[in-house]
């Protein structure tokens, strides 16, 4: 269990964490999430031991651990470009901390860590011949050699192509939870977050604002920018809640109050699809079509611009008036 | 396509290789043609018998030893100091990078006094009864050649991307694991760059051991230097001269092969020095210890150019503008600070100039095996200076261009000409694994922008390469104003350089003369001092701006 005590990070006298305080029990992963430079990668770098701490404690099942230098804290840390040894062979990559060990049975165990990230028979090969998905898998496996008590991911997918994001998240994911390995991983990208993790912490200049398991800091995020932060399209404040939440009504059990009724909403692009029933009236003022449906932005009376989206079958062509339905479980209360 | 990058090939290299072979090739192949010519007629019988003089033996053997053990001593002393100076952050740390620099530059005599001094039996380490041992030599030759491998390593050590060796600690690697398995692979091109230059320096150095070493000891450079001024046995002096030149030659070939690395691309970042911790106390320690045996020789000299007849005075430095006790020299050694000053500016743009086309040309990667052949054999043959002797170089100038269509005796370009060529290998070798380390496709990214060959230069390699341009441009002037061993044999006597004239001033006799001859030093280390302090600044924030 990992547990950060407000911890504070600064260079030269300017801080770049401020009083973080996080937990991390064994097994799970967490993902700090934020925008670049809000001081995710320092908090990153100061749980390993690479910054000193301005201030706060460290501990690891209770131990204090600021003291330790980082080669003993018996962690792993990937990089966003894996920073791969480039005069050592994938295979010599791979087993660099079995050999600092002096590790019996190297050899296989290298060969078992290629099988588990799919890289079979690229032992001999030189980082330079391989891709930059190649590279990250090999440092996956670099990291996972010695089975560190934390692992430490620093965007380890922001430097791919999005198809190869997707697959090479699904696949850390799926290693992750295999190994029963705790991981701590910083990413400013929240579908990266939401594949790998289980817990999420997010971060804004230097502080972190909320923190919690993944799908309750998605059902209620603390505040408007975090709601944009995670992915909702937009957040309505006032009246226009209030009347979004009305349509709502229908299918909720219980009516909201005067107070929560005005709290704001954070709205999903597919919130709103367009209904010959919905409860609320609006003109198209863009449409643009993907595969997998239409997407608009409708001017709706008393809410002011929202995203909707139709289906394919369903084109409302701009300046038309359309009806919108309410889908509650893409909004989220903010603040509440 | 290929015919296009051979002719721009051949046109960078076109010039520099007619340079080397005017002013290189020429006057060596002459001096050495001395030694086989006899009396008209090809004879090699003369230099087959020196090399079978059990004397040869010896001193051949000799210059190999001493010469490793003080590269050894260089490195070993020259990697902490490297780490201490480049890596960490404390005050005043740009001033000790030029101090120790400046052994680098003054002229060879004045260190060889400067140790004698400081070991003889009145001297404060008399005690230790080093005097005429080879220990004084090797103490003499490291002395003079830790800065090399400092700056040289230090340079690249202060670009090198922390992040690998922050990966590796994070496996588990202590800070001696990180620096085995990480860092000195990285640092290997330069490591062995450095250590082989100086072990060619230490090879052929020439006014270290002949003031330290006396008759007992010599090395194939002061042989030359004997056999071709004081016994005029010419066929000897050439012998021997072939003897170094094919020596160095396996040397850098074997130098190649140990810096052949499985991947020469290094990711260059500057990281921000840090603050010293307690690990570091060993570095630092060894950088005391390097300080301490720089400095006692010059503390020496320094104390020796504040002192006469028992007394502390400037006198010394007052008597630098006359011509000497007994008019020892034809101009004052003011003059003689300009005429050096100027020869050094001259030098050091054409090492430059040279040096930046050569590193171009061999650093760049090659398309076909051809290519690659012919890039590798240039590589070799700008490399051959190193392997020449300044004494042999200058004599060979004397000789081969003071008559038509070469007559350069009296050009005022022939001293920063020599002086250049001397300079040349560091220069080349503080900018080729710098080039070799840039990306590739920086340069191909830069092409697909519309960036012809000129401007992709510019806006990749040149951003990249500033800093070490500016080190090497340093390196060229201080090794300008401090050369000797070809200087001596092609300065005119109206146009002294300030080494020379110091050389001058020991040799006549007067205790006035002598006391002049360390204050002129003082002033020339000063100088070299001054002017690398100027650079590193200057590279510092040039730096910055990129």
Known sequence: MLRLADVSVA?????????????????????????????????????????????????????????????????????QDGQLFHHLTVARNIGYALRLRRTPGAAARVEELLELVGLEGYGDRLPATLSGGERQRVALARCLAVRPRLLLLDEPLSSLDTGLRQRLAADLRQILTQKRITALMVTHDHEEAFTVADRLAVMRAGEIVQQGPIDEVWRTPIDPETALFLGYARVLEGPAAGIVRDVCVGDSAEPPTQTSRTIPLAVRRSAFRVDADGGLRGRVTAARTTPEQVRLVVEVEGVGEVDAVAPLDQHPAVGEAVRLAVDVTRTAPVGG | ????????????????????????????????????????????????????????????????????????????????????????????????RALLLVPFVLPTVVVGVAFRLLINDSGPLGPLGLDGTPVAIIAGLTFFN???????????????????G?????????????FRT?????????????????????????????????LRYSSVETEIYLLT?????????????????????????????????????????????????????????????????????????????????????????????????????????????????????????????????????????????????????????????????????????????????LSLRDSPLLVPVAQALVALPLVVRTLVPVLTGIDDRQRQAAASLGAGPLRAFATVDLPLVWRPLVAAAGFAFAVSLGEFGATSFLARDEHPTLPVVIYQLIGRPGGENFGMALSASVVLAATTAIVVLVVDRFGGRSLGTV
């Open chain 2, 1 to 96: 396509m290929t015919a296009r990058r051979l002719l721009t090939l051949a046109g960078l290299a076109l010039g520099p290789v007619l340079v080397l072979a005017v002013f290189f090739v020429l006057p060596v192949s002459g001096m050495v043609g001395r030694g086989f010519v006899v009396d008209g007629r090809f004879d090699p019988g003369g230099v087959v018998e020196v090399l079978g003089r059990p004397r040869t033996h010896r001193v051949l053997w000799f210059t190999v030893w001493s010469a490793g053990l003080a590269t050894l001593a260089s490195v070993l002393l020259g990697l902490p100091a490297a780490y201490v100076l480049y890596r960490l952050s404390f005050p005043g740390r740009l001033v000790l």
């Open chain 2, 146 to 164: 830790v800065a090399v491998v400092i700056r040289a390593v230090g340079i690249a050590w202060e670009s090198l991307d922390p992040r690998p």
């Open chain 1, 11 to 79: 260079y030269d006298g300017i801080s770049a964490v401020r009083h973080a305080s996080l937990e991390l029990p064994d097994g799970d992963v967490l993902a700090v999430l934020g925008p670049s430079g809000c001081g995710k990668s320092s908090l990153l770098r100061a749980v390993a031991g690479l910054e000193p701490l301005a201030s706060g404690q460290i501990y690891v099942d209770s131990r204090p651990f600021s003291e330790v230098p980082t080669h003993r804290r018996g962690f792993a840390l990937m990089f």
């Open chain 2, 229 to 405: 001024t004081q016994l005029l046995d010419l066929p000897a002096a050439a012998a021997l001269s072939i003897l170094q030149l094919l020596a160095i030659t396996a040397l850098l070939l074997l130098v190649g092969r140990l810096r052949a690395s499985p991947d020469p691309t290094v990711e260059r970042r500057t990281a921000r020095p840090r603050r010293p911790r307690r690990p570091d106390v060993v570095p630092v320690a060894l950088t005391v210890l390097v300080l301490a045996l720089v400095a006692a020789p010059i503390l020496t000299l320094v104390v020796g150019s504040l002192r006469a007849d028992d007394a502390w005075t400037l006198a010394n430095y007052q008597r630098l503008t006359t011509v000497g006790d007994g008019n020892a020299l034809l101009v004052p050694v003011t003059d003689a600070l300009v005429i050096s000053l100027r020869t050094a500016v001259d030098a050091t743009w054409m090492a430059l100039l040279l040096g930046g086309l050569i590193s171009v040309v061999v650093s760049r990667r090659s398309l076909t095996g051809g290519e690659r052949r012919l890039r590798g054999a240039l590589d070799g043959f700008f490399m051959l200076p190193l392997g020449v002797s300044a004494v042999t170089l200058g004599f060979g100038f004397l000789i081969t261009l003071d008559r038509p269509p």
């Open chain 2, 166 to 178: 922050e990966a590796a600690a994070a496996l588990g690697a202590s800070p001696a694991q990180v």
């Open chain 2, 182 to 214: 990480v860092t000195l692979p990285a640092l290997r091109p330069a490591l062995v760059g450095a250590a082989s230059v100086v072990f060619l320096f230490c090879a052929t150095s020439f006014g270290v051991v002949l003031t330290l070493g006396g």
